[in-house]
Every structure is written in C-alpha cells, then in structure tokens.
C-alpha cells in the first residue's frame, strides 16, 4: 500500500525530508553523535569518505574503515530528534522511494550511539566508558507508539514507586540494547550501566542554576534505585528513544557513553575532548573487526 505524501515527505531531489539522504547514502552499519562537529571528528578515521551531506543539525558522512563501509550522523540533542533521525533513517532502507510502499523484505541496521554522559555513581569516573544495557525514557516518545510489548513494566513500576515519581510528568518507560551488538563493543574496559533519559539539560538532571525544581532530590533517588542489583548509573539524552525506536522497528542499537561528568562527586573531565575521542577510537576499532 502506498504511503501518502503528507506522511512520507521527500525533498525535490528525492531524498528524505530531514536528513536530505537518499537510500544509497547510508551504510548498514551508523553511528549517531548529537554534536554536528563530532561527525567530522569521527569520519577522520575513516580511510575514505565517500559522501558528506548535511541539512540542519543533520550531517551525514559515509565511508570505509578497514573495507568495512560505514555512516556517521548528527542527530542534534533530545529524543524529539531521535524520533525524525531513527524513522528516517529506517524509511531509507525499508520503503520502496519509488512506489512509496513498504518493502517485503525488511533489512537491519547497525546503529551505535557515541555520546557523552553524566555518571550517578561514585565509582564510575570522569573519562570511564559505559554501554547502556537498559535505559530509562523520562519523555513521553515511546508511549506515542504502540509499544509496551518492548517495555520492561516490572522496572518502571519500581523506578515510580522509588523515586515517588510526580504524577504530571510523563510515565517512565524501560528499554534494552541488542544484546548481541552489545557483546560485539563490550569488553573489560567499559561498565554495564542502566541509563536515564532526561528530557533536558538542567532541571531536568536536577541542575539548579535560577529556577527551583520540582523534586530537589531526583538524582539521589535515582541514584539509590536498586532492582535486583540493577542500579542507575549514568543521565543524559537520547538513549531510551534510540532503544525503543530501534526495538520497534527491527534494528540493532547500543549506547557507547563517555563519562564527563560524575554528579556525586561533583566533578568534571580535565580534558573532555580528548575523553570523547579516545571513545571514539575504541569504538571504531571494535566495529571495524566485527
């Protein structure tokens, strides 16, 4: 069935309507960054770039690592962009661009998050890396699909009940990584950690600049939330939507996190730059011998 052009909207050239791609511009293998300039700072390792594109906070470079054929993108900050990233992104690979129908036959994406992170516990450093095995959404993103069948319930009712969650905002919801990706990028140099999704920079990771918050004492409870040894480690953006979104629709995804900041111990990376791009390194290496 044809999907109409007010739902899938492409741009004159024929490319999608965000992303300003078309389907031979992107590899099986991506990796998201939210910092437009990190792309570059990625792609440099890439042996060739084929194509550099960019619209927005969307920029695009593909290439080759080790023969192995790969595409970074900017997805900007916050779930609201992960949403149009992640629907696009698998439009260009699982719908027909000349019948505006769904292909029979769906394919599967690689997508690995490289971003930065804040740490809640103590003994997870500035600088230390951390995949994201489960990731908690504290936006409403998921709940606009149908989704609970990739929700972990057990471990949101706790995270309510724990945190004595305020009724007004959005009803937390748990997700996974791909555990086989995941096993592929793991290694003794890099925690396991359950991630919470903020849906903003400040108030919402209780940072107090002017404005009070609502629960002056939301990190500390997340912070303390245990379910069977599971605790929450580290905040920041974009995780539960890419999990959830990846889940929904058949991708593989895992969340690469740099540590810059650890909010118990109040400090900060010295040298957050050179923390990010050792990241970087690592995981290109990883994905470049899978």
Known sequence: ???????????????????????????????????????????????????????????????????KRISVISTGIGTDNIDIV???????????????????????????????????????????FLMSEYAVGFDSLLHFYKSEHIQHKEIQEEIVKHTQWFKEKSTPYVVKFNESLGKQLL??????GFTATNVGFYGPQSR???????????????????????????????TAGIYGLSNLLGHRAVSMN???????????????????????QYTLEKISNF
């Open 1 to 67: 069935m044809k999907i109409p052009a007010s739902e899938f909207i492409l741009n004159d050239d024929g490319s999608i309507y965000h992303l300003n791609l078309r389907p031979e511009d992107i590899a099986n293998t991506i990796i998201t960054v939210g910092d437009p300039d990190r792309v570059e700072t990625v792609s440099k390792y890439f042996d060739s770039v084929e194509l550099k594109k960019g619209k927005r906070e969307f920029v695009t470079h593909t290439g080759y690592l080790n023969g």
């Open 86 to 128: 992640f629907n696009e992104l698998d439009a260009l690979v699982n719908i027909d661009f000349e019948t505006k129908a769904v292909k029979s036959n769906l394919q599967q994406l690689d997508i690995i998050r490289i971003g930065t992170t804040g740490s809640l516990q103590p003994e997870i450093k500035v600088d230390d």
């Open 187 to 192: 290694s003794k140099n890099v925690h396991l």
């Open 208 to 238: 107090k600049l002017r404005l009070d918050t609502q629960d002056p004492l939301l990190n500390d409870k997340l912070a303390s939330f245990d379910f069977n040894g599971l605790k929450i480690t580290n905040l920041e953006m974009e």
């Open 258 to 280: 740099c540590i810059l900041a650890n909010r118990p111990n109040k400090n900060f990376s010295k040298n957050p730059t050179s923390a990010t791009e050792k990241l970087i």
